[in-house]
């Protein structure tokens, strides 16, 4: 009780000096990041190997951690935050949210319970009204802010369960396509039900669900006893970013009284922009949409959210009280999160979106978000000029998936020639793409999202994919 150890109360000093070292070596890195190759893995694992260590018993000055953090540890990665990131889903990380997040930590408020701190849970409320608005939900609406899509993805599985089910919801079926993210079965496991439960649809040559088949399907489980009672959409797959026609998905919906999710991780941002107005319409007529902030918002990976047309049915999903706990409130405007999600403590996650949105108005999303779209749109038409390659799926947003082809190759030795042409691409450390499995081809994908990426870098990508084929050919 005497002489406690004051050690972890850092003084103001001491404060602005950690925060300037690290600061010191933030900033020089992220200016770098054009000039830092778009991977660098080799010797990665040993190197992360290396940092296995005891818990430590005595303290080392931080700037020698910080030093070891940037100089080592840090550039043995995809340089996922770089322009030349075209791989997966890119992230991107405008500096604002991570800003946010320094204000957000060191404030360290209480975010299960809305009157924990009122203000800031009202912050992260008008984050989700603005996305509810985007994608033309009604004032009732509601949602929360997530850890990511896939926990979106859960709990709307959660939700509707309880939405549509009774409590023994063994019968329930749901229907994806075979291009959904597999986050959504994950969700359908994680929610109790076998795997069988989770009809995969085929998709159409544009890789959209076949609505005819899943008509096909819902009638024949309901013939079999069971009980349909989710239809998953897509607005943009993570393959190729096909977007399902969404109006007819809501018909059948309605139709057959499912509930309706559209998964818009990916996508969903792009109705910020008229050709992705016009191709996700009728995703207003959704029950839940999933849409990640930390996809195309550029946020810093982190931050998906969950909307719901009904505003009360997360809570109803989710709710559990406890007699510890001070009882919440009915009215919708004080939304307690702790109730509408799996979690309790919760880190505050409004103020990384909050801050940047005020800082600058959506414009600058808007516009960066159509030029990914023209700039997918422009790799596609060099791709187009160049002899042998098939572009095996056409751009509906800001991804492009193409292959190599060779006339008297067997498909397997088409797919090794392809992946050897990626493993060229991307050993030149000037942009990093990926690649899938489509119809049992292996193919190459450009996805444009990181607000870094402008026309320099795809040229550079357009280079270095026609050297690729060309090395391949001598
Ligand atoms: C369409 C789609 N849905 C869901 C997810 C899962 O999102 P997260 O990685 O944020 O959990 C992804 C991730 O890439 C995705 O592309």
Known sequence: MENPDLTLELSSEAMQQLVAQAVERIIPHVASLPQQPSADAEGALEMARMLKEPLPQQGQPAAELLDLLFTHVIPKSFNTAGPGYLAYIPGGGIFHSAVADL???????????????????????????????????????????????????????????????????????????????????????????????????????????RVDALAQAITADRAA????????????????????????????????????HVDAAYGGFFLLTAQGKTLMRGLERADSVTLDPHKGLFLPYGTGSLLMRDGGALKRAHGVGASYLPSTDDDPDLMDFSQMSPELSRGFRGLRVWLPLKMHGIGPFQRNLEEKLALTQWATEELRKMLGIEIVAEPQLSIVAFRLVRSGMSPEALDQLNRDVLRRINARKRVYLSGTMLRQQFVIRICVLSFRTHLDRMQLAIEDIREAIAAIAR
């Not at 959409?233 to 970013?241: F, I, L």
């Open 103 to 209: 204000v957000t930590d060191a404030v360290n408020r209480y975010m299960g319970l809305w009157l924990a701190a009122p203000g800031l849970a009202q912050l992260e409320a008008n984050v989700i009204r603005w996305f509810c608005e985007i994608v033309g939900f009604p004032a009732t609406a509601n949602g929360l802010l997530t850890t990511g899509g896939s926990l979106a993805n859960f709990s709307a599985v959660v939700t509707a369960r309880r939405e549509r089910l009774p409590e023994q919801f063994l019968s329930g079926m749901l229907y994806a396509s075979d291009q959904t993210h597999h986050s959504v079965k994950k969700a359908a496991l994680l929610a109790g039900f076998p795997e069988g439960n989770v009809r995969v649809i085929p998709t159409d040559d544009r890789c959209r669900i």
């Open 225 to 260: 006893g069971c009980s349909p009672f989710l239809i998953v959409g897509n607005a943009g797959s993570t393959n190729t970013g096909a977007v399902d026609d969404l109006a007819a998905l809501a018909d059948l919906a309605q139709r057959e009284d499912c509930w309706f």
